[in-house]
Nanobody
Framework: EVRLVESGGGLVQAGGSLRLSCAAS????????IGWFRQVPGKEREGVSC????????????DFADSVKGRFTMTRDNAKNTAYLQMNALKPEDTAVYYC??????????????????WGQGTQVTVSS
């Protein structure tokens, strides 16, 4: 059984930082690309970032939504089956439930996420002004 577990969310003041973790089990973690998505009530889920896995010709490359470029970074530790989202200079508009997902390719992840099979349960991030 594939399982993804997010952690690291919480309440932080604007300008602060958080690091989210996505711990995976039940899959060959290194093969998969990992994406971070976020959702606020009443809005569609939004792709935030992606890091490619070994199935991709660009293994280890990252991509970010324009709204978080320069503030968020994404890394992975295949030995620990874990991906991380470092979020700096947080803004109130970053408030959302953050989800991680595992899939093969980062290409079009912002549009194709409806097709993704493996998701975590989400972690709440709240940024106060």
């Amino acid at each position: 059984e594939v399982r993804l577990v997010e952690s690291g969310g919480g309440l932080v003041q604007a300008g602060g930082s958080l690091r989210l973790s996505c711990a995976a089990s039940g899959l060959s973690f290194g093969d998969f690309s990992i994406g971070w998505f976020r959702q606020v009530p009443g809005k569609e889920r939004e792709g935030v970032s992606c890091i490619s896995g070994s199935e991709s010709s660009t293994e280890g490359s990252t991509d970010f939504a324009d709204s978080v470029k320069g503030r968020f970074t994404m890394t992975r530790d295949n030995a620990k089956n874990t991906a991380y989202l470092q979020m700096n200079a947080l803004k109130p508009e970053d408030t959302a439930v953050y989800y991680c997902a595992a899939f093969y390719y980062c290409s079009n992840y912002k549009k194709n996420f409806h097709e993704f099979e493996f998701w975590g349960q989400g972690t709440q991030v709240t940024v106060s002004s």
